[in-house]
C-alpha cells in the first residue's frame, strides 16, 4: 500500500522558514511528479508547487521567490522562507504514479502567526 508521510510543519512568526518533507512508502515505481498543495481553512485545496523526475518545478504564482521544491526520488522537500499569515494551512503532499493515478498524504499543519 502506497504511503506519503510529510514532516517538518508547525508553527513560525512571519518572516520565518520552515522545511517540509514527505517520503512514499510502499511503492515499487518511481512516480512521474511529486509536489505539494495546500488547503486554508474554508478555503478550497490549491496548488503550491510540482517537481518532475526530471527536477523541472512548477510554482503557483504566490509562491515563486519564497518556495523552494527539491525532490530525492521518491521523496520530496519544500524549503519555505518569508513566510506570511497567509501561509498558514495544512500542506498536503501529492504523488502522481502509474497511469496517473494520484496519491496523497495525511497533511501538516503550517501554521504563521504576525
Known amino acids: 500500500q502506497v504511503q506519503l508521510v510529510e514532516s517538518g510543519g508547525g508553527s513560525v512568526q512571519a518572516g520565518g522558514s520552515l522545511r517540509l518533507s514527505c517520503a512514499a512508502s510502499?511503492?515499487?515505481?518511481?512516480?512521474?511528479?511529486m509536489g505539494w498543495y495546500r488547503q486554508a481553512p474554508g478555503q478550497q485545496r490549491e496548488l503550491v508547487g510540482l517537481?518532475?523526475?526530471?527536477?523541472n518545478t512548477n510554482y503557483a504564482d504566490s509562491m515563486k521567490g519564497r518556495f523552494t521544491l527539491s525532490r530525492d526520488y521518491n521523496k520530496v522537500y519544500l524549503q519555505m522562507n518569508s513566510l506570511k499569515p497567509e501561509d498558514t494551512a495544512v500542506y498536503f503532499c501529492?504523488?502522481?504514479?502509474?497511469?496517473?493515478?494520484?496519491?496523497w498524504g495525511q497533511g501538516t499543519q503550517v501554521t504563521v502567526s504576525s
Open positions: 501529492n504523488a502522481v504514479g502509474y497511469r496517473d493515478v494520484l496519491f
Open positions: 517537481v518532475n523526475k526530471d527536477g
Open positions: 510502499g511503492v515499487v515505481f518511481r512516480f512521474s511528479t
